[in-house]
């Protein structure tokens, strides 16, 4: 991984300070944080034009004479001792471009409600993280965001000139820029994280490649460590559902989890279905009901708001992506800690997954794209503000960051601003990591863009169905979560989630989303 050299970062200090904006190509890509709720993650693809050094100057007119202060919105668990992060990243960022940034934090137990609610309360704040997980398409639809065709090239010009035309194409939503999106491709790779050393002395296989070997894995757990709960579910929902469909190649149109559209990307001419359609609902309810009457998991889960269960050790498993298990197993040196990837059919994921939108009651959104290009392109400033300070929060070892004092300290879950060039790999990451993502890249190669890669690039509109679409989430967690978790009866339960979502409007969602669909799939000859 390269560097910006210390002679590009004074000539774009001395830029920035005479009136010029200046900046380095971003690559981003989800972070893994000390949250064991990690959302993003994967290795690079797609443009590959991001080379470090490129230091491109742009007159971009911006009046800085005047000191502001940025607000941005996360979603993650705020650190302990952030407040020392956020002065020292303040201290620099006044220097270079006469701002300062106030962070607000969204916890993981309860972005699900709160995150939508941040773009219709009025509230006033320049910048949030956003991503296809966090239905940013539907938000830019309904105006939360401020439209970037201007602004982004202009204020942040040279994180815009290292966009590939394809990651261009997916921030756009009804013609205009809405995001600015990751350019560091992610796996989808999703699965089990699990403990390893608990069931040392036990005759425990230790395999763990499906979900029926997950269930073994359960019941060892709760025979022989009872204390534990055996899996990891709180009020955001269950993974379960979503990695038993990727264990049977189903892809979800959303390209995220808690969907509740799903296709076949094998088929020649995929048709949308939901889960009291598909054949082998029943089978997974049944799974799921066993594991609620055995006790896998707590019967108020959906109300439980504590996500770090697995990270403090209360936990044996959760399910989760890749870069969750990087970080757990970092954070947590004197565990043994495995991963068994559920998605039978990897690809990249959309440059969306992990993106910065600008919030439509933004005040300085000018500044806060300035800020956003040196945070995507100056070594200094992405490490100040990801890292935090060297020394107290981290240390960079071999080229490797290694975070101090985790209790206090994690990285920032800004995940969007990763950067090929700047990010660092992992201080003590797991020894198998090189070989399972090789692996991915090899089925990748063998696939030759057809099964799920086929649809990274489409992002439907709602705008059309947008009453009926927001009436079927709400339906889908009302509903579909309790069911899945085995709270309601399995048969009466599908019945009475079918005859909801019908009532909320499945079946235009369904046809529009379908129709939408048909368009791509022409599109690409």
């Known amino acids: 991984m390269k560097k910006i050299s210390k002679i590009i970062a004074f000539l774009m200090m001395v830029c920035l300070l005479s009136g010029l904006l200046a900046g380095c190509g971003s690559d981003t890509a989800a972070p893994a944080s000390s949250s064991s709720a990690s959302s993003g993650g994967g290795d690079a693809d797609g443009d590959d034009s991001g080379d470090n050094g490129s230091s491109g100057e742009a007159d971009t007119g911006l009046d800085l004479s005047e000191e502001v202060e940025i607000i941005l919105y996360l979603v993650s668990d705020r650190p302990a001792k952030q407040d020392e992060i956020d002065a020292n990243f303040n201290a620099l960022i006044k220097e270079k471009l006469n701002c300062t940034l106030k962070t607000n934090w969204i916890g993981w137990a309860e972005y699900a ?11 006033k704040f320049d910048m949030a993280e956003t991503g296809t997980w966090l239905n940013f398409s539907s938000l830019a639809q309904k105006g939360a965001f401020m439209a970037l065709d201007e ?21 756009t939503v009804d013609g205009h820029y809405y995001t600015v999106p990751t350019l560091l491709s992610t796996y989808n790779a999703r699965g089990i994280l699990y403990r390893t050393d608990i069931l040392e ?3 425990w ?5 499906t979900m029926s070997d997950y269930e073994v894995y359960l019941s060892y757990v709760k025979e022989y460590a009872p204390e534990y709960e055996s899996t990891d ?3 955001s929902g269950s993974m379960l559902d979503d990695l038993f469909m990727y264990e049977r190649k189903m892809h979800p149109i959303k390209g995220s989890t808690n969907d509740f559209l799903w296709i076949d990307p094998f088929e020649e001419s995929p048709q949308l279905f939901t889960y009291y359609e598909y054949e082998h609902t029943p089978e997974f309810l049944e799974m799921m009901t066993r ?7 707590t019967k108020s889960a959906l109300s439980d708001t504590d996500s770090q269960k697995f990270q403090n050790g209360k936990a044996a498993s959760l399910a989760q992506n890749i870069d969750a298990y990087e970080n757990q197993y970092i954070l947590n040196p004197d565990r043994g800690i495995g991963f068994a990837n559920m998605v039978t059919d990897i690809s990249k994921k959309a440059f969306t997954q992990d993106a910065m939108v600008v919030s439509n009651t933004s005040q300085n959104p000018e500044r806060a794209l300035a800020l956003y290009d040196l945070l995507t392109s100056d070594e200094e400033t992405f490490r100040t503000y990801y890292y935090g300070i060297e020394g107290t929060s981290y240390e960079v070892i071999d080229n490797q960051v290694k975070v101090l004092d985790t209790d206090n300290y994690a990285l920032s879950s800004f995940w969007a ?7 660092l790999s992992a201080y003590g990451s797991p020894a198998d990591l090189i070989g399972i993502k090789e692996g991915f890249n090899q089925y990748i190669a063998e696939v030759n863009g057809e099964g799920s890669q086929k649809y990274r690039g ?5 705008e059309s169905i947008e009453t009926e679409y927001a009436a079927c989430q709400n339906v889908h967690q009302q509903y579909w979560w309790p069911l899945e978790l085995g709270y309601t009866d399995a048969v009466s339960g599908l019945a009475e989630y079918q005859s909801k979502m019908e009532a909320a409007g499945v079946e235009k969602v369904r046809a529009e989303i379908q129709r939408q669909l048909d368009e791509y799939i022409a599109s690409l000859g």
Do not use: C, H, M
């Open 113 to 123: 409600n709160k995150y939508p609610l941040l773009f219709s309360s009025g509230e």
């Open 151 to 171: 602004l982004w090239p202009t204020y942040a010009p040279i994180n815009f000139s290292k966009q590939s035309e394809v990651a261009k194409q997916q921030a």
């Open 201 to 203: 002395g036990t005759d």
């Open 205 to 209: 296989d230790g395999k763990l490649e």
């Open 233 to 235: 579910i709180y009020q």
């Open 291 to 297: 594991w609620n009457e055995n006790g896998y998991f």
């Open 417 to 423: 601003i990763r950067t090929d060039d700047l990010y």
């Open 458 to 462: 489409f992002v439907f509109s709602t």
